[in-house]
T-cell receptor
Framework: NAGVMQNPRHLVRRRGQEARLRCSPMKGHSHVYWYRQLPEEGLKFMVYLQKENIIDESGMPKERFSAEFPKEGPSILRIQQVVRGDSAAYFC????????????FGNGTRLTVT | GENVEQHPSTLSVQEGDSAVIKCTYSDSASNYFPWYKQELGKGPQLIIDIRSNVGEKKDQRIAVTLNKTAKHFSLHITETQPEDSAVYFCAARGRSQGNLIFGKGTKLSVKP
């Protein structure tokens, strides 16, 4: 059973470009979470999605950031018009259910904005 | 909302010694407390978790204790080995929430 798959592992974007980060949850998992990690810091919650629904986006910046988890295909975290401050590691986690289920993380996408 | 504090931020021990990492949380409704280990360049890996109806849980060299009254929980690693060197994160999840709130991490170094 493959784990949570994230791609790309590394992404370099110039200021003003768009970044698209993909996450395929573990087989059988229908809940996806996105977290951001700055160097030497903990993980900050961004958004929690179920298939075709955003459950909690309280941690996501109001502008430039969006997330989706369509019926078919991976979850996508999209950052428009990237700025240097967006440089970070972005981790996706999945769980089979929401409340009460352990979260399993992927190995992240490291975004660098030049 | 929930806030999780973690101490210490760095911890250095000799191989074979024990290591203890402590966390406090603010929301008394939180009921699930996992611990993750993160190695360089990788994602966090779940190593042990505890629910609010249990006071202690053990898995080989790793144990977690929970004090609901004081709102704190601790990770204990006994007989540490160099491969235990990593960053450890505690987290808490509220009763009505799906997401986890993380502490800032503890960088554990085990010296051979």
């Amino acid at each position: 059973n493959a784990g949570v798959m994230q791609n790309p592992r590394h992404l370099v974007r110039r200021r003003g470009q768009e970044a698209r980060l993909r996450c395929s949850p573990m087989k059988g998992h229908s809940h996806v979470y996105w977290y951001r990690q700055l160097p030497e810091e903990g993980l900050k919650f961004m958004v929690y999605l179920q298939k075709e629904n955003i459950i909690d986006e309280s941690g996501m910046p109001k502008e430039r950031f969006s997330a989706e988890f369509p019926k078919e295909g991976p979850s996508i975290l999209r950052i428009q018009q990237v700025v240097r401050g967006d440089s970070a590691a972005y981790f996706c986690a999945s769980s089979p259910e929401g409340l009460g289920s352990p979260l399993h993380f992927g190995n992240g996408t490291r975004l660098t904005v030049t | 909302g929930e806030n999780v504090e973690q101490h210490p931020s760095t911890l250095s021990v000799q191989e074979g010694d024990s290591a203890v990492i402590k966390c406090t949380y603010s929301d008394s409704a939180s009921n699930y407390f996992p611990w993750y280990k993160q190695e360089l360049g990788k994602g966090p890996q779940l190593i042990i978790d505890i629910r609010s109806n249990v006071g202690e849980k053990k898995d080989q060299r790793i144990a977690v204790t929970l004090n609901k009254t004081a709102k704190h929980f601790s990770l204990h690693i006994t007989e540490t080995q160099p491969e235990d060197s990593a960053v450890y994160f505690c987290a808490a999840r509220g009763r009505s929430q799906g997401n986890l709130i993380f502490g800032k991490g503890t960088k554990l170094s085990v010296k051979p």
